[in-house]
């Protein structure tokens, strides 16, 4: 067991939007939380991975948090930023290399949409400049398609951004915590057919921090840490149809988020029928009706009848974003992948309050997926 | 004032419309837009630049309801002027698909499977009052 990995701290600055706080006093103050929370000093931390797209070099918050002479390597890896950061503390100490670090993620993006800026030097962007280059797009045309395939209908969508902002107005910690109707959500500003705006997450802020340890030394730090069992990055294959892609191949090919959670599910021992609880990418409502089949909790088409059946609510028999998701939390790219194994860390421990998932969940799910084509899973167990 | 490209290395503007510039393998026969130097398919780097078909049929499809940020885009992005215009990925027999803007925006006249056209758009000016075009796709 010497080789297992255990989270034995966690930490989280809100999610949203912070006037005058900088993303990464946002990840400061997330760790700091993960510390108490294990009963440790930044001091003890022999390592640190730290994830931000677009607040700064995580590496320089050791002149805020202390200059300790800790290893911090800064990770930048798309969507999968976060998830990046804890892979890569999960394989330290899997290496051996040592036996106690941290992963955090923390970020702040401007409002709107996010730029995409594909120009090459002393070329002019024909790519944004045409008014394409925009992530919101591609899901637009991505469960459009996948609609039409499928029999996915407007109303399944609307059900699960209602759903995100249900569990959203149960978390304290959230973004957007006003519970909207689906008529709400299908009457909202339509953005990119056939998703609306409460349809959509938004960029946001936010720090999430975790505290690993090797598995057999846990116990030093909490009465109830939790394993993580598998942690699995993969990016796209040929063919396959992916976010910012001004070509795609004639040749179809199942994307990263088939290859991750295939591996991370034999790597875990386990398959998607022993999964009590699951955190999924959901960028937009459409992306969590596809990623549900992607990661093989379902079949192509069988998630209509599942959302009417209420068997994604926190009281089904597989919830999904309990915490509100990436809708009701927003996006800090940093932070986002780390936000879903914070949430799960809470329900295994049994201590996610008013929107616990009952029946005291064992094994639990988390899925990112995003820009360039790129997908993390990891599964955790108590 | 002229009319230029948008960007030469990835349209030409021909006397016949424009032309868009991708890359074949020699290889395996893959094609890639825009141009680039090797083969993500069997990652071959024998490749050669080639004018990529104007017709095929549409394969996915969105609205871009709201203005997007500029910069980048080029256009429009007065909220009370914004038009929403479509995007999709239009298949070319043979070659590849490529995302594009389309002529249409009407979500009732789209359909996967529709026959499309490439045709030239106006999108913006350049610093000396030249016309920029690109590229987009309108129903045949």
Same mark, same amino acid.
């Not at chain 2, 038009?83 to 698909?97: A, F, I, R, T």
């Given at each position: ?131 394409? *280059? ?9 469960? @459009? ?162 959302? *009417?059946?209420?068997?994604?609510? !926190? ?13 009701? @939390? ?43 084509? !790129?997908?993390?899973?990891? !599964?955790?167990?108590? | ?5 948008? @960007? ?133």
């Amino acid at each position: 067991m010497s080789d297992d990995v255990a989270i034995v701290g966690i930490g989280m600055h809100p999610f949203g939007r912070h006037e005058g706080v900088s993303g990464m006093e946002q990840g400061a103050a997330a760790i700091r939380t993960a510390c108490a929370d294990a009963n440790v000093k930044w001091a003890d931390l022999e390592f640190a991975f730290g994830g931000s797209v677009a607040a700064g070099n995580p590496d320089s918050m050791v002149s805020q948090m202390g200059l300790t002479g800790l290893q911090f390597i800064n990770v930048v890896n798309g969507c999968a930023t976060g998830g990046s950061a804890l892979i890569s503390a999960y394989n330290t100490i899997k290496s051996g290399a040592f036996d106690l670090g941290l992963a955090i993620g923390f970020d702040k993006h401007e409002r709107g949409a996010f730029r995409v800026n594909t120009g090459k030097s002393g070329e002019r962007d024909w790519y944004g400049g045409s008014g394409m *280059a925009l992530t919101t797009q591609f899901f637009g045309m991505k469960i @459009n398609r996948y609609m039409e395939e499928y029999g996915i209908t407007q109303d399944a969508l609307a059900r699960v951004s209602a759903k995100a902002f249900r569990n959203g107005s149960m978390n304290e910690n959230a973004w957007r915590r006003q519970a909207l109707s689906e008529k709400e959500v299908l009457q909202s500003a339509m953005l990119s057919y056939p998703l609306t705006q409460y349809m959509f997450c938004s960029p946001g802020e936010g720090g999430v921090a975790l505290i690993l340890a090797r598995a057999d030394k846990a116990h030093k730090y909490t009465k109830n840490p939790i394993f993580l069992k598998s942690a699995v990055v993969r990016s796209r294959r040929y063919g396959s149809f992916e976010v910012l892609a001004p070509s795609l191949a004639l040749d179809y090919a199942d994307g990263p988020t088939v290859d991750a959670s295939q591996k991370a599910f034999e790597a875990a021992g386990v398959g998607p029928k022993d999964i009590d609880v699951a955190q999924l990418q959901d960028t937009e409502s459409g992306a969590e009706i596809m990623h549900m089949a992607e990661n093989g909790f379902c079949e192509h088409g069988e998630q209509e009848a599942m959302l *009417a059946n209420g068997d994604t609510e !926190i009281t089904g028999r597989l919830p999904v974003n309990t915490d509100g998701g990436c809708l009701a @939390n927003g996006e800090p790219v940093g932070a986002s992948g780390l936000r879903q194994v914070y949430e799960n860390v809470l329900q295994l421990r049994g201590d996610a309050g008013k929107r616990q998932v009952p029946n005291d969940p064992k094994v639990a799910y988390t899925h990112v997926y995003g820009a360039p084509g !790129i997908s993390g899973v990891t !599964i955790l167990s108590t | 004032m002229a009319e230029l490209s948008i @960007n030469e290395n990835v349209m030409d503007l021909t006397p016949e419309g424009p032309r868009l510039k991708g890359m074949r393998c020699k290889n395996c026969n893959n094609h890639v837009f825009p141009m680039q130097k090797g083969c993500p398919k069997c990652t071959s780097d024998d490749v050669e630049e080639v004018h990529l078909g104007t017709k095929g049929t549409l394969w996915a499809w969105t609205i871009q309801g709201f203005p997007p940020k500029a910069p980048p885009y080029l256009g429009e992005t007065d909220p009370s002027k914004f038009e929403p215009y479509g995007v999709g990925y239009v298949e070319l027999p043979g070659e590849l698909k490529v995302e594009s803007r389309l002529t249409v925006a009407d979500p009732t006249a789209l359909k996967s499977g529709m026959e499309m056209e490439l045709v030239g758009e106006k999108i913006g000016k350049d610093e000396e009052g030249n016309d920029l075009i690109t590229f987009a796709f309108a129903p045949v």
